[in-house]
């Protein structure tokens, strides 16, 4: 029996010629802003020694003056995924139910069903295609111990206003809940607000390096929190020799410079972000419901088409050297319906796209490319 595709094997199979608009990773981040950092540490041999078991210092700073959350201290972690792991597994225990929505980045779904717990899901695909405190609060029950929100939302784009941000925090602390912010696609959200600002007791914050600063690869990212509450995630910790140093030194140099490129960023990623929307709604059938994006990802609804994501999938992959993801990991309900496309990319990869879409829509369909 022939083996099913493996999009990924696929695609890491050829690396260099595959645009990736498949992993919300970030692109755009001039390469000399890590690069020179990068090999100093090298030509120093830092990977030999363990580094420092609770961060570079001026990294953690950095860190904190960042998200400006002073008086959180951050914690680091190997990528945003272990801080995660660490406060499902530190927080929740059988029988506890988290709200959560779908369509959502179910990864975390699983980890807190390794903890036992439950998700409660939110079905948010309608508008306002996010959470809301109302919907939150009638889904609080007897064993509700915390609630996700993820702001801006992977995969579909959507961010939270400040007002719903408040309210969603002011819920959290009556009703006593952890409330897990997971804010790794923050700088591309105009106006994001931060869950501790308004319940800094209640909240832990999730960050990473991946996506903000393009360094996906090296896994480093964290959580800031109070102390007491910290302390009791910490518990879970398994880098007890500290995290990458390679990985640290990047974030710094990263981080150090981020208000003289992540403008430019911002805007190049905005700019192909409508371009990836234009490109979709020329097509019959397709529809782009969450417009403009606050992400760096957007989602494509195929519904209409009658076409399947993974299908498409294949077919940008394979015969475009373009990868973008279909829905089904990312939805239970909703994800036969899209495919998610990421945009920190140099314009001419989205011009890829551009070309490919249409192109691939069509020859599944058995039609002619139509005229736009
Ligand atoms: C919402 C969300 N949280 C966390 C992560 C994990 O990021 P990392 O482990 O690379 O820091 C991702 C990655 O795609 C994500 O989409």
Same mark, same amino acid.
């Given at each position: 029996?022939?083996?099913?595709?493996?999009?990924?094997?696929?695609?890491?199979?050829?690396?260099?010629?595959?645009?990736?608009?498949?992993?919300?990773?970030?692109?755009?981040?001039?390469?000399?802003?890590?690069?020179?950092?990068?090999?100093?540490?090298?030509?120093? /041999? /830092?990977?030999?020694?363990?580094?420092?078991?609770?961060?570079?210092?001026?990294?953690?700073?950095?860190?904190?003056?960042?998200?400006?959350?002073?008086?959180?201290?951050?914690?680091?972690?190997?990528?945003?995924?272990?801080?995660?792991?660490?406060?499902?597994?530190?927080?929740?225990?059988?029988?506890?139910?988290?709200?959560?929505?779908?369509?959502?980045?179910?990864?975390?779904?699983?980890?807190?069903?390794?903890?036992?717990?439950?998700?409660?899901?939110?079905?948010?695909?309608?508008?306002?295609?996010?959470?809301?405190?109302?919907?939150?609060?009638?889904?609080?029950?007897?064993?509700?111990? &915390?609630?996700?929100?993820?702001?801006?939302?992977?995969?579909?784009?959507?961010?939270?206003? *400040?007002?719903?941000? !408040?309210?969603?925090?002011?819920?959290?602390?009556?009703?006593?809940?952890?409330?897990?912010?997971?804010?790794?696609?923050?700088?591309?959200?105009?106006?994001? $607000?931060?869950?501790?600002?308004?319940?800094?007791?209640?909240?832990?914050?999730?960050?990473?390096?991946?996506?903000?600063?393009?360094?996906?690869?090296?896994?480093?990212?964290?959580?800031?929190?109070?102390?007491?509450?910290?302390?009791?995630?910490?518990?879970?910790?398994?880098?007890?020799?500290?995290?990458?140093?390679?990985?640290?030194?990047?974030?710094?140099?990263?981080?150090?410079?981020?208000?003289?490129?992540?403008?430019?960023?911002?805007?190049?990623?905005?700019?192909?972000? !409508?371009?990836?929307?234009?490109?979709?709604?020329?097509?019959?059938?397709?529809?782009?419901?969450?417009?403009?994006? *606050?992400?760096?990802?957007?989602?494509?609804?195929?519904?209409?088409?009658?076409?399947?994501?993974?299908?498409?999938?294949?077919?940008?992959?394979?015969?475009?050297?373009?990868?973008?993801?279909?829905?089904?990991?990312?939805?239970?309900?909703?994800?036969?319906?899209?495919? /998610?496309?990421?945009?920190?990319?140099?314009?001419?990869?989205?011009?890829?796209? $551009?070309?490919?879409?249409?192109? $691939?829509? &069509?020859?599944?369909?058995? /039609?002619?490319?139509?005229? *736009?």
């Amino acid at each position: 029996m022939a083996e099913p595709f493996d999009p990924f094997r696929y695609a890491h199979e050829h690396r260099r010629e595959v645009v990736w608009l498949s992993q919300n990773t970030n692109h755009l981040v001039p390469p000399e802003v890590v690069r020179g950092a990068m090999e100093t540490a090298i030509a120093e /041999r /830092r990977y030999e020694g363990y580094p420092r078991a609770t961060g570079e210092p001026e990294l953690l700073e950095l860190v904190e003056r960042d998200l400006g959350l002073r008086g959180l201290p951050a914690f680091l972690t190997g990528g945003g995924t272990e801080a995660l792991y660490m406060i499902t597994r530190a927080l929740l225990g059988p029988g506890d139910e988290v709200i959560a929505s779908d369509p959502s980045y179910l990864i975390i779904h699983r980890f807190i069903e390794l903890a036992g717990a439950t998700p409660v899901c939110v079905d948010i695909y309608r508008p306002p295609f996010r959470l809301t405190a109302d919907a939150i609060a009638e889904r609080i029950g007897p064993r509700t111990k &915390a609630i996700l929100l993820i702001d801006p939302l992977n995969p579909l784009g959507s961010g939270y206003p *400040r007002e719903e941000v !408040r309210a969603i925090a002011e819920l959290a602390h009556d009703r006593r809940l952890t409330l897990v912010n997971d804010v790794t696609y923050r700088d591309f959200s105009e106006g994001h $607000a931060l869950a501790a600002e308004f319940a800094p007791e209640q909240t832990v914050t999730v960050w990473s390096v991946s996506k903000n600063c393009g360094l996906a690869g090296l896994r480093l990212g964290g959580f800031s929190a109070l102390p007491e509450l910290s302390k009791r995630i910490a518990r879970f910790n398994t880098n007890d020799l500290g995290v990458n140093i390679l990985a640290q030194v990047a974030a710094l140099a990263a981080l150090r410079t981020k208000p003289s490129w992540i403008g430019e960023v911002v805007r190049t990623t905005r700019a192909n972000g !409508r371009r990836v929307h234009e490109v979709g709604l020329g097509v019959a059938g397709v529809t782009a419901p969450i417009a403009p994006s *606050r992400a760096n990802m957007t989602i494509l609804d195929i519904g209409a088409t009658g076409l399947a994501p993974e299908a498409v999938q294949e077919e940008l992959l394979r015969r475009h050297g373009v990868f973008v993801r279909s829905g089904s990991y990312l939805s239970p309900s909703h994800g036969r319906q899209f495919v /998610r496309v990421s945009f920190s990319n140099p314009p001419a990869e989205i011009e890829r796209f $551009a070309a490919a879409f249409p192109q $691939a829509m &069509a020859a599944l369909a058995g /039609r002619p490319v139509a005229a *736009r």
